[in-house]
T-cell receptor, first 114, second 114 residues
Framework: DTEVTQTPKHLVMGMTNKKSLKCEQH?????MYWYKQKAKKPPELMFV???????INESVPSRFSPECPNSSLLNLHLHALQPEDSALYLC?????????????FGPGTRLLVL | ELKVEQNPLFLSMQEGKNYTIYCNYS?????LYWYRQDPGKSLESLFV?????AVKQEGRLMASLDTKARLSTLHITAAVHDLSATYFC??????????????FGKGTKLSVKP
């Protein structure tokens, strides 16, 4: 099973809302990632978790708060977002947290902030 | 700072023709990845190139890596419509010497026409 699942597929939220994105994988991978992809742009790394510990935070605003409750699950908590945060949010996982092997991407959550 | 440049950014091909997409990167790296993204979809891993001179082929696509020239190519042979998509190369920046940090090129939007 090489599947990474993400929920919800689509999300519309106001600037005062609090919402969460969820990502799950059952491949036994120990590294999980959040990327942000704006339209017609490449993905940009936001966070990396390795063995459930946050190892990379690419200077992401605090209105994005990642959480890794266990090795299979990754959440991204959203609060007080801005319209410019509207994008496709992709989750990915890879074999381990030391050497990056192939990253397997989920289908993404398309977020619209009004 | 690692920079990854792809060219061309847009490619319109006729079915049956051959073409090459180029990916240049600015600093030393021994891992390069090619991904495909269909409109509105997630990223699908195509190739992982792990050493100088590596060549991998899958169907009508062949990828190669020259780490000395810091160049990877994705060659398309006898293009068919189903290959229409955006192709990204990504380089592992080996951020902080531990976890990888994929830096993506801007992508090449390929359109194959009858």
């Amino acid at each position: 099973d090489t599947e990474v699942t993400q929920t919800p597929k689509h999300l519309v939220m106001g600037m005062t809302n609090k919402k969460s994105l969820k990502c799950e994988q059952h491949m036994g991978h120990r590294a999980m990632y959040w990327y942000k992809q704006k339209a017609k742009k490449p993905p940009e790394l936001m966070f990396v978790y390795s063995y459930e510990k946050l190892s990379i935070n690419e200077s992401v605003p605090s209105r994005f708060s990642p959480e890794c409750p266990n090795s299979s699950l990754l959440n991204l908590h959203l609060h007080a977002l801005q319209p410019e945060d509207s994008a496709l949010y992709l989750c990915a996982s890879s074999q381990d947290g030391v050497r990056t092997e192939t990253q397997y991407f989920g289908p993404g959550t398309r977020l619209l902030v009004l | 700072e690692l920079k990854v440049e792809q060219n061309p950014l847009f490619l319109s091909m006729q079915e049956g023709k051959n073409y090459t997409i180029y990916c240049n990167y600015s600093t030393t790296s021994d891992r390069l990845y090619w991904y495909r993204q269909d409109p509105g979809k997630s990223l699908e891993s195509l190739f992982v190139l792990l050493s100088n001179g590596a060549v991998k082929q899958e169907g009508r696509l062949m990828a190669s890596l020259d780490t000395k020239a810091r160049l990877s190519t994705l060659h398309i042979t006898a293009a068919v419509h189903d290959l229409s998509a955006t192709y990204f190369c990504a380089v592992d920046s080996q951020f902080k010497g531990s976890q990888g940090n994929l830096i993506f090129g801007k992508g090449t939007k390929l359109s194959v026409k009858p």
